[in-house]
C-alpha cells in the first residue's frame, strides 16, 4: 500500500509564510478601504500635502522677483551671512531672485516636505485601533484569527503605504511646480538634484516610519481619534528643529546629512516596531470594551 510523502519542515514553513502574508495583505487591504472612507482621515492627507507641495513652492517661485527687490540690498546680504559658508558657495553666479529660490525651494523647506508623509503615517495610525472602536468594526477585526503580530504589523503597513505613496507623488508635484513657477526667474529645471532624491527615497520613508508604532501603540489605550491625533502630532517636532536649524544657518541638508540621518531614523525604525511586535496585546484592548 502506498502511503502518501509526509511533508517536510520546509513546506510546512513556506505554507505557513504564505498564510501570514495573506493575512498581512487582507489586514493592510481592509484598513486602506477604510481610510478612504473616513473623511477625518482623508482631509488631512489632502490639506497638507496641497499646502506644502503646491501652494508654498508656487508662492515662492511666483514672487520671488517681488521678495528680492522689496528686501533691500542690506537685507540679502543678511540673508546670505546666516548661511553655512558651504551652503553659500552654491549660490556663486545666481542673482537675487534666483538665490532665493533655490535656497528656500531646494534647501530650507525640504525639511518641510518631511512633514506631508510623516502627517499622513500618523493621521492613519492614530485612527487604527480608536478610530475602528468609534466606528464600531474593532470587536469583529479583534477576535479575528490572527496572531498579535500580523495585527499589528498589519496596521503598521497599512499607515506606512500610503505615506510612501503620498511623499513619492508629492514630490513629483512639488518639482514640477517648483521648475514651472519659477522658470521666469532660474530659466531651467532645479529640482530634482542629489540631495532631493536621497531625501524622497531613503530619508523620506525612515520619517514616515518614526513614531508610526508608538502611535499604533497609543491609538490601542486612547479612547478618541482626536486624544490619538494629537499625540501622534508631535512626531513632527524633529522635522522643526531642521527647518529652524536651516533658517538659523546652525545647518543645511546635503547628501551625507540626509543618509546619516535615514540611517539613524531607520535604526530607531526598527527597535520601536520590534519593542511593538513583543508588547503589543490585543487582551488588553478587548478588556477596555
Do not use: C
Amino acid at each position: 500500500m502506498n502511503h502518501l510523502p509526509r511533508p517536510s519542515r520546509e513546506s510546512i514553513a513556506d505554507w505557513r509564510a504564505q498564510g501570514g502574508l495573506r493575512t498581512l495583505r487582507t489586514l493592510v487591504a481592509r484598513d486602506l478601504l477604510l481610510v478612504t472612507r473616513s473623511k477625518a482621515t482623508m482631509l488631512p492627507m489632502l490639506i497638507v500635502p496641497l499646502i506644502f507641495v503646491v501652494i508654498i513652492p508656487a508662492a515662492v517661485g511666483i514672487f520671488a522677483p517681488q521678495m528680492a527687490a522689496s528686501g533691500g540690498t542690506s537685507d540679502f546680504e543678511q540673508f546670505l551671512a546666516m548661511m553655512p559658508a558651504p551652503l553659500r558657495e552654491r549660490f556663486a553666479g545666481y542673482n537675487e531672485a534666483q538665490t532665493i529660490v533655490v535656497a528656500m525651494l531646494q534647501y530650507l523647506f525640504a525639511p518641510m516636505f518631511l512633514i506631508v508623509p510623516m502627517m499622513v503615517a500618523s493621521t492613519i495610525a492614530a485612527g487604527s485601533f480608536v478610530g475602528e472602536k468609534e466606528r464600531k468594526t474593532l470587536e469583529a477585526l479583534l477576535y479575528t484569527p490572527t496572531t498579535d503580530a500580523q495585527l499589528f504589523v498589519g496596521k503598521l503597513l497599512a499607515s506606512w503605504i500610503p505615506a510612501i505613496v503620498v511623499g513619492l507623488g508629492g514630490f513629483v508635484i512639488y518639482a514640477v511646480v517648483a521648475d514651472a513657477s519659477a522658470w521666469h526667474v532660474m530659466g531651467q529645471i532645479f529640482i530634482p538634484n542629489a540631495m532631493w532624491v536621497a531625501l524622497v527615497l531613503w530619508l523620506a520613508p525612515a520619517a514616515s516610519g518614526l513614531g508610526l508604532g508608538a502611535i499604533i501603540l497609543i491609538s490601542s489605550k486612547v479612547s478618541t481619534f482626536q486624544d490619538a491625533y494629537q499625540l501622534g502630532a508631535l512626531v513632527v517636532l524633529p522635522v522643526l528643529l531642521l527647518v529652524l536649524g536651516q533658517i538659523a544657518g546652525v545647518l543645511y541638508l546635503n547628501v551625507l546629512a540626509v543618509m546619516l540621518t535615514g540611517l539613524v531614523l531607520w535604526l530607531i525604525d526598527v527597535a520601536i516596531v520590534w519593542y511593538g511586535i513583543r508588547s503589543f496585546r490585543r487582551s488588553e484592548i478587548i478588556a477596555r470594551l
